[in-house]
């Protein structure tokens, strides 16, 4: 694997080609790798100038901290807690002769219907059918709050792609790309604008110094109170 130099800091990469690209982009993943997207015949000779000329904004993604890892606390059984939009949901699970897992939710209550099954299999349907509702919610409030922030930010991606991401909240791609964690829909509103806001920013400021934290500021003058949040709640949010 090559290695690009910074400082003191080695960062393997890995190189793709892509023929439908048009223009190199490199790519920092969730879980730190960085992957460098080259259209068909990009000449060889060009890689290192590239990496070189973005070698700040590598640097930046590859040591940027990471949120806590997911630690599967929860049992998926009824009594449990979790959290929606930052209000506290208790966790109702019935079962059904039915096939198809069902949520629904009826004020703090989050019911889940699931086929009859022996409890381990239960809880891991539980759980799935819980990560598809979560994601599902996600999808729909999350690209409003991108559409809006975009607007006072003044500028929006080229692209919003909602995932799961094992220790990130989003990530913005050079390509403009901003990839946000579907578990963030856990987070009370005004955290999930933070992280919103942060991706969006890194729009026009693709690191993390002053300047780019001054343009946090400027939409979101209490963010750091909202970030605060993220760090003594964010492991809450892994299940
Ligand atoms: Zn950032």
């Known amino acids: 694997m090559p290695v690009l130099t910074l ?3 080695t960062i393997p990469y890995t190189i793709e080609e892509r ?21 068909l015949h990009f000449p060889e000779d060009q890689i290192e100038p590239l990496l070189a000329r973005k070698a700040r904004w590598i640097l930046n993604h590859v040591t940027a901290p990471l949120p806590p890892t997911p630690m599967s606390s929860k049992r ?10 930052g209000h506290l949901l208790r966790l109702k699970v019935s079962t059904t002769s039915a096939a ?6 009826q004020g703090r209550t989050l019911r889940v219907t699931v086929p009859t099954l022996p409890a381990p299999q239960q809880s891991i349907a539980v759980r799935d059918v ?3 509702w979560f994601y599902q919610q996600a999808a729909e ?16 991606p080229e692209r919003l792609k909602i995932s799961e991401y094992k220790s990130r909240w ?13 578990r963030i829909i856990q987070a ?21 110094r002053q300047t780019f934290w001054q343009a946090v500021e400027a939409v979101l003058p209490d963010y750091e109170v909202r970030k605060q949040w993220l760090k003594d709640h964010g492991a809450e949010l892994g299940w």
């Open 100 to 105: 198809q897992p069902e949520v629904t939710q």
């Open 141 to 156: 409030v999350l690209p409003q709050r991108v559409n809006h922030y975009a607007g006072v930010v003044g500028i929006g």
């Open 7 to 9: 400082g003191t800091t």
């Open 188 to 208: 009370p509103l005004p955290v999930i604008d933070y992280v919103v806001v942060h991706e969006l920013t890194h729009r026009r400021y693709p690191h993390h």
């Open 170 to 182: 989003g990530f913005c791609r050079e390509d403009g790309l901003i990839a946000l964690n579907w």
């Open 19 to 39: 023929p439908r690209r048009q223009h190199p982009a490199i790519q920092v993943d969730a879980d730190r790798k960085v992957t460098v997207l080259l259209p």
């Open 130 to 132: 819980l990560t598809q």
């Open 76 to 85: 998926f059984v009824s009594g449990e807690g979790f959290l929606f939009r």
